[in-house]
């Protein structure tokens, strides 16, 4: 039985791949990532919400909006 197993789980391993961790100051990384956010914001449908929840909505684009504004306007290091 244990030889059956272990022939199974060998053959369902075969075709899986290991996964790579992204390095997160990759910018290619770092470019999906905002991508991938810019596409789940946009798809985001508030109309079934409430309005405590639309406006904690309301409040973290916000600091998000803060942060984003923050990096843009701190000057680059040479």
């Known amino acids: 039985m244990t030889t059956a197993y272990n022939a199974y789980k060998a053959k369902q391993q075969k075709g899986k791949t290991t996964r790579q961790k992204k390095d997160p100051n990759e910018p290619q990384a770092?470019?999906?990532m905002m991508?991938?956010?810019?596409?789940?914001?946009?798809?985001?449908?508030?109309?079934?919400?409430t309005d405590d929840n639309k406006t904690n909505f309301q409040t973290s684009l916000t600091s998000l909006k803060t942060e984003i504004d923050n990096y843009l306007n701190t000057p680059t290091p040479r």
Request: overall charge neutral; hydrophobic content about 40%; glycine content about 0%.
């Open 30 to 32: 770092v470019f999906d």
């Open 35 to 49: 991508d991938k956010t810019v596409t789940k914001i946009r798809s985001i449908d508030t109309s079934a919400w």
